[in-house]
Protein backbone atom coordinates (compact mmCIF):
# COMPACT_ATOMS: atom_id res chain seq x y z
CA UNK A 1 0.00 0.00 0.00
CA UNK A 2 2.83 2.67 1.10
CA UNK A 3 4.01 3.52 -2.71
CA UNK A 4 5.23 6.91 -2.43
CA UNK A 5 7.10 9.28 0.27
CA UNK A 6 6.48 12.52 -1.53
CA UNK A 7 5.53 15.12 0.56
CA UNK A 8 3.14 16.04 -1.94
CA UNK A 9 1.25 13.19 -1.32
CA UNK A 10 0.70 14.13 2.21
CA UNK A 11 -0.07 17.26 1.29
CA UNK A 12 -2.89 16.45 -0.73
CA UNK A 13 -4.04 14.14 1.89
CA UNK A 14 -4.19 16.57 4.25
CA UNK A 15 -5.93 19.26 2.08
CA UNK A 16 -8.69 16.81 0.70
CA UNK A 17 -9.61 16.17 4.15
CA UNK A 18 -9.61 19.74 5.63
CA UNK A 19 -11.67 20.09 2.14
CA UNK A 20 -14.12 17.52 2.82
CA UNK A 21 -14.66 18.72 6.25
CA UNK A 22 -15.88 22.25 4.76
CA UNK A 23 -18.54 21.09 2.52
CA UNK A 24 -19.64 18.47 4.95
CA UNK A 25 -20.27 21.63 7.39
CA UNK A 26 -21.89 23.35 4.47
CA UNK A 27 -23.92 20.19 3.40
CA UNK A 28 -25.35 19.48 7.24
CA UNK A 29 -26.11 23.24 7.22
CA UNK A 30 -28.18 22.99 4.33
CA UNK A 31 -29.55 20.15 5.43
CA UNK A 32 -31.34 22.27 8.32
CA UNK A 33 -31.80 24.93 6.37
CA UNK A 34 -34.00 22.79 3.98
CA UNK A 35 -35.72 21.12 6.83
CA UNK A 36 -36.60 24.88 8.04
CA UNK A 37 -37.64 26.17 4.60
CA UNK A 38 -40.36 28.47 5.81
CA UNK A 39 -37.59 30.74 7.24
CA UNK A 40 -36.09 31.02 3.90
CA UNK A 41 -39.02 32.03 1.68
CA UNK A 42 -36.75 33.72 -0.97
CA UNK A 43 -34.64 30.90 -1.80
CA UNK A 44 -36.60 28.12 -4.06
CA UNK A 45 -36.59 24.85 -2.41
CA UNK A 46 -35.41 23.08 -5.94
CA UNK A 47 -32.18 25.19 -5.41
CA UNK A 48 -31.20 24.54 -2.19
CA UNK A 49 -31.53 20.91 -2.86
CA UNK A 50 -29.26 20.80 -6.14
CA UNK A 51 -27.20 22.10 -4.05
CA UNK A 52 -27.28 20.46 -1.13
CA UNK A 53 -27.29 16.88 -3.63
CA UNK A 54 -23.99 18.17 -5.53
CA UNK A 55 -22.73 19.31 -1.81
CA UNK A 56 -23.05 15.84 -0.68
CA UNK A 57 -20.76 14.56 -4.23
CA UNK A 58 -17.89 16.88 -3.72
CA UNK A 59 -17.88 15.70 0.18
CA UNK A 60 -17.60 11.89 -0.69
CA UNK A 61 -14.59 13.02 -3.85
CA UNK A 62 -12.71 14.54 -1.04
CA UNK A 63 -13.05 11.78 1.17
CA UNK A 64 -12.17 9.44 -1.48
CA UNK A 65 -9.08 11.70 -1.87
CA UNK A 66 -8.06 11.79 1.73
CA UNK A 67 -7.98 7.82 1.88
CA UNK A 68 -6.25 6.86 -0.91
CA UNK A 69 -3.17 9.60 -0.59
CA UNK A 70 -2.67 8.52 2.94
CA UNK A 71 -2.82 4.81 1.89
CA UNK A 72 0.04 5.71 -0.71
CA UNK A 73 1.90 7.45 1.57
CA UNK A 74 5.01 5.68 3.63
CA UNK A 75 4.98 8.13 6.54
CA UNK A 76 2.08 6.96 8.73
CA UNK A 77 1.83 2.94 8.81
CA UNK A 78 -1.59 2.88 7.54
CA UNK A 79 -2.51 -1.13 6.07
CA UNK A 80 -5.77 -1.71 3.80
CA UNK A 81 -7.40 -2.89 6.74
CA UNK A 82 -6.52 -0.11 9.37
CA UNK A 83 -8.37 2.17 6.58
CA UNK A 84 -11.18 0.39 6.65
CA UNK A 85 -11.78 -1.43 10.53
CA UNK A 86 -12.28 0.58 13.23
CA UNK A 87 -9.88 1.01 15.99
CA UNK A 88 -7.75 -1.51 13.84
CA UNK A 89 -4.76 1.60 13.15
CA UNK A 90 -1.81 2.09 15.43
CA UNK A 91 -1.76 6.15 14.79
CA UNK A 92 -4.01 7.68 17.38
CA UNK A 93 -6.14 5.21 17.10
CA UNK A 94 -9.76 5.87 18.73
CA UNK A 95 -9.21 9.53 16.59
CA UNK A 96 -8.30 7.38 13.20
CA UNK A 97 -11.23 5.12 13.85
CA UNK A 98 -13.58 7.83 13.97
CA UNK A 99 -12.52 8.71 10.53
CA UNK A 100 -13.02 5.32 9.47
CA UNK A 101 -16.53 5.28 11.05
CA UNK A 102 -17.66 8.91 9.48
CA UNK A 103 -16.45 7.55 6.14
CA UNK A 104 -18.52 4.48 6.22
CA UNK A 105 -21.70 6.18 7.64
CA UNK A 106 -21.23 8.49 4.48
CA UNK A 107 -21.14 5.79 2.18
CA UNK A 108 -24.14 4.20 3.82
CA UNK A 109 -26.01 7.68 3.45
CA UNK A 110 -25.16 7.49 -0.25
CA UNK A 111 -26.39 4.58 -1.07
CA UNK A 112 -29.78 5.78 0.84
CA UNK A 113 -29.70 8.47 -1.33
CA UNK A 114 -29.08 6.42 -4.33
CA UNK A 115 -32.20 4.38 -3.91
CA UNK A 116 -34.85 7.05 -2.41
CA UNK A 117 -37.39 6.19 -3.84
CA UNK A 118 -37.70 2.85 -3.11
CA UNK A 119 -37.26 3.56 0.71
CA UNK A 120 -39.78 4.39 3.01
CA UNK A 121 -40.02 7.69 3.37
CA UNK A 122 -39.85 7.77 7.09
CA UNK A 123 -36.95 5.07 7.17
CA UNK A 124 -35.20 7.50 4.50
CA UNK A 125 -35.74 10.69 6.60
CA UNK A 126 -34.45 9.12 9.91
CA UNK A 127 -31.54 7.49 8.20
CA UNK A 128 -30.85 10.68 7.00
CA UNK A 129 -30.06 12.56 10.50
CA UNK A 130 -27.25 10.01 10.16
CA UNK A 131 -25.75 12.92 8.97
CA UNK A 132 -24.94 14.90 12.25
CA UNK A 133 -23.50 11.38 13.16
CA UNK A 134 -20.83 11.66 10.07
CA UNK A 135 -20.12 15.50 10.69
CA UNK A 136 -19.62 15.05 14.87
CA UNK A 137 -17.36 12.07 14.02
CA UNK A 138 -15.38 14.08 11.44
CA UNK A 139 -15.01 17.22 13.85
CA UNK A 140 -13.79 15.00 16.54
CA UNK A 141 -11.29 13.34 13.92
CA UNK A 142 -9.96 16.31 12.65
CA UNK A 143 -9.35 17.91 16.08
CA UNK A 144 -7.66 14.67 17.75
CA UNK A 145 -5.90 13.08 14.60
CA UNK A 146 -5.25 15.93 11.89
CA UNK A 147 -1.46 16.84 12.09
CA UNK A 148 -2.20 20.58 11.11
CA UNK A 149 -5.19 20.18 14.27
CA UNK A 150 -3.15 23.32 16.47
CA UNK A 151 -2.32 25.62 13.62
CA UNK A 152 -4.37 28.88 14.33
CA UNK A 153 -5.55 28.38 10.91
CA UNK A 154 -7.31 25.36 11.33
CA UNK A 155 -8.64 26.06 14.85
CA UNK A 156 -10.07 28.71 13.00
CA UNK A 157 -11.64 26.52 10.85
CA UNK A 158 -13.34 24.16 13.07
CA UNK A 159 -14.67 26.64 15.73
CA UNK A 160 -16.28 28.64 12.97
CA UNK A 161 -17.74 24.84 11.70
CA UNK A 162 -18.88 23.37 15.04
CA UNK A 163 -20.29 27.71 16.14
CA UNK A 164 -22.33 27.18 12.52
CA UNK A 165 -23.93 23.83 13.13
CA UNK A 166 -24.79 24.31 16.56
CA UNK A 167 -26.64 27.84 15.99
CA UNK A 168 -28.12 26.21 13.10
CA UNK A 169 -28.86 23.34 14.99
CA UNK A 170 -30.67 25.23 17.93
CA UNK A 171 -32.58 27.55 15.71
CA UNK A 172 -33.69 24.24 14.32
CA UNK A 173 -35.34 23.16 17.15
CA UNK A 174 -36.26 25.98 18.83
CA UNK A 175 -36.04 29.07 17.12
CA UNK A 176 -34.17 31.04 20.10
CA UNK A 177 -31.35 33.67 18.67
CA UNK A 178 -30.13 33.74 22.78
CA UNK A 179 -29.70 29.51 22.51
CA UNK A 180 -28.09 29.85 19.17
CA UNK A 181 -25.80 32.16 19.99
CA UNK A 182 -24.84 30.81 23.55
CA UNK A 183 -24.00 27.16 21.60
CA UNK A 184 -22.20 29.11 19.16
CA UNK A 185 -19.92 30.36 21.98
CA UNK A 186 -19.51 26.90 23.99
CA UNK A 187 -18.76 25.36 20.38
CA UNK A 188 -15.51 27.79 19.64
CA UNK A 189 -14.73 27.24 23.74
CA UNK A 190 -14.62 23.91 23.04
CA UNK A 191 -12.93 23.62 20.02
CA UNK A 192 -9.77 26.40 21.24
CA UNK A 193 -9.78 24.79 24.89
CA UNK A 194 -8.93 21.20 22.67
CA UNK A 195 -6.47 22.48 20.41
CA UNK A 196 -4.58 24.33 22.89
CA UNK A 197 -5.10 21.97 25.64
CA UNK A 198 -5.15 17.84 25.57
CA UNK A 199 -5.56 17.46 21.60
CA UNK A 200 -2.81 19.92 21.39
CA UNK A 201 -0.40 18.44 18.40
CA UNK A 202 3.31 17.49 19.24
CA UNK A 203 5.22 17.17 16.12
CA UNK A 204 8.01 15.16 15.28
CA UNK A 205 11.35 16.32 14.72
CA UNK A 206 11.58 17.39 10.88
CA UNK A 207 15.17 15.79 9.05
CA UNK A 208 16.63 15.64 12.44
CA UNK A 209 20.74 15.79 12.22
CA UNK A 210 20.80 13.15 15.39
CA UNK A 211 18.01 10.30 16.53
CA UNK A 212 17.88 6.79 17.91
CA UNK A 213 15.05 5.07 16.73
CA UNK A 214 14.07 0.86 16.24
CA UNK A 215 13.98 -0.70 13.43
CA UNK A 216 12.28 -3.36 11.45
CA UNK A 217 13.10 -4.78 8.23
CA UNK A 218 14.33 -7.87 6.52
CA UNK A 219 17.63 -9.17 4.35
CA UNK A 220 18.24 -10.52 1.24
CA UNK A 221 21.13 -12.85 -0.07
CA UNK A 222 21.34 -13.89 -4.00
CA UNK A 223 25.16 -15.41 -3.89
CA UNK A 224 26.77 -16.52 -7.17
CA UNK A 225 29.92 -18.71 -8.08
CA UNK A 226 32.20 -15.82 -8.02
CA UNK A 227 30.19 -12.86 -6.26
CA UNK A 228 27.28 -12.57 -3.89
CA UNK A 229 25.34 -9.42 -3.15
CA UNK A 230 23.72 -8.84 0.39
CA UNK A 231 20.96 -6.00 1.30
CA UNK A 232 19.25 -4.99 4.00
CA UNK A 233 16.35 -3.15 3.70
CA UNK A 234 14.54 -1.62 7.38
CA UNK A 235 12.03 0.98 8.75
CA UNK A 236 12.97 3.24 11.39
CA UNK A 237 10.16 4.07 13.44
CA UNK A 238 10.91 6.71 16.10
CA UNK A 239 9.92 10.03 16.68
CA UNK A 240 12.23 10.46 13.30
CA UNK A 241 10.90 7.86 11.31
CA UNK A 242 13.30 6.55 7.98
CA UNK A 243 14.02 4.16 5.43
CA UNK A 244 17.58 2.37 5.54
CA UNK A 245 18.81 0.43 2.62
CA UNK A 246 22.63 -1.23 2.81
CA UNK A 247 24.12 -3.15 0.08
CA UNK A 248 27.21 -5.12 -0.25
CA UNK A 249 28.88 -6.52 -3.18
CA UNK A 250 30.64 -9.83 -1.95
CA UNK A 251 33.68 -11.99 -3.70
CA UNK A 252 34.75 -15.19 -1.94
CA UNK A 253 37.75 -13.17 0.03
CA UNK A 254 37.06 -9.71 0.40
CA UNK A 255 34.15 -6.86 0.43
CA UNK A 256 34.39 -5.69 -3.13
CA UNK A 257 31.74 -2.52 -2.68
CA UNK A 258 29.55 -1.30 -0.80
CA UNK A 259 26.10 1.11 -1.02
CA UNK A 260 24.12 3.04 1.47
CA UNK A 261 20.87 5.48 1.77
CA UNK A 262 18.96 6.78 4.71
CA UNK A 263 15.84 8.60 3.71
CA UNK A 264 14.29 10.69 5.99
CA UNK A 265 10.29 10.62 6.49
CA UNK A 266 7.96 12.85 5.58
CA UNK A 267 10.70 15.13 3.88
CA UNK A 268 12.19 12.47 1.36
CA UNK A 269 15.31 14.50 2.63
CA UNK A 270 18.12 11.39 0.98
CA UNK A 271 21.49 11.00 2.66
CA UNK A 272 23.46 8.89 0.47
CA UNK A 273 27.40 6.98 1.10
CA UNK A 274 29.06 3.93 1.89
CA UNK A 275 29.17 1.43 4.33
CA UNK A 276 32.41 1.25 6.75
CA UNK A 277 32.50 -1.66 8.70
CA UNK A 278 30.18 -4.68 8.56
CA UNK A 279 29.39 -7.02 11.85
CA UNK A 280 27.54 -9.65 12.37
CA UNK A 281 24.44 -8.72 13.47
CA UNK A 282 25.06 -4.59 11.84
CA UNK A 283 26.90 -2.06 10.31
CA UNK A 284 28.75 1.00 10.37
CA UNK A 285 27.79 4.01 7.29
CA UNK A 286 28.70 7.26 6.19
CA UNK A 287 26.40 9.27 3.90
CA UNK A 288 26.24 12.91 2.86
CA UNK A 289 22.96 14.95 2.04
CA UNK A 290 22.91 17.39 -1.19
CA UNK A 291 23.73 20.25 1.47
CA UNK A 292 27.27 18.82 2.71
CA UNK A 293 25.99 17.66 5.84
CA UNK A 294 27.49 14.30 6.81
CA UNK A 295 25.79 11.48 8.78
CA UNK A 296 27.53 8.66 10.86
CA UNK A 297 24.88 5.89 11.14
CA UNK A 298 25.49 2.82 13.26
CA UNK A 299 22.77 -0.20 13.17
CA UNK A 300 22.63 -3.54 14.76
CA UNK A 301 19.80 -5.93 15.22
CA UNK A 302 18.78 -9.38 15.48
CA UNK A 303 17.04 -12.25 13.48
CA UNK A 304 13.89 -12.67 14.17
CA UNK A 305 11.99 -15.28 11.53
CA UNK A 306 13.95 -15.92 8.77
CA UNK A 307 15.51 -13.14 7.29
CA UNK A 308 13.39 -10.76 9.21
CA UNK A 309 15.67 -8.55 11.66
CA UNK A 310 14.67 -6.54 14.24
CA UNK A 311 17.03 -3.77 16.04
CA UNK A 312 18.19 -0.42 16.63
CA UNK A 313 19.60 2.73 14.49
CA UNK A 314 21.81 5.49 15.67
CA UNK A 315 22.26 8.52 13.74
CA UNK A 316 24.32 11.71 14.42
CA UNK A 317 26.09 14.45 12.61
Not at 114 to 137: C, D, M, S
Amino acid sequence: MHLTTSPLDWYVARAAGVAAYLLLTVVVTLGMTMAGGKRLKRWPKFALEDVHRFGGLLVGSFVAIHVVTIALDAYLPFSLTALLVPFTARYRTVYTALGVVAAELLLALAVTNRYRERLPYRFWRRAHYLNFAVWTAATVHGLGGGTDRSTPWLVALFAASVAVVLAGLAWRLRGRPALSAGLAAAGIAAVVLGAAGPLRFSPKPWNAEAFRAPIAGRIVQNVGATRGLVSAAATANGDQRALLRADLLLEPTRLDATSFQLELLPSGQLCTGHVTKVQSFGFDARCRVEDGTRRFVHATWTLVEGNSLRGEVAVHA
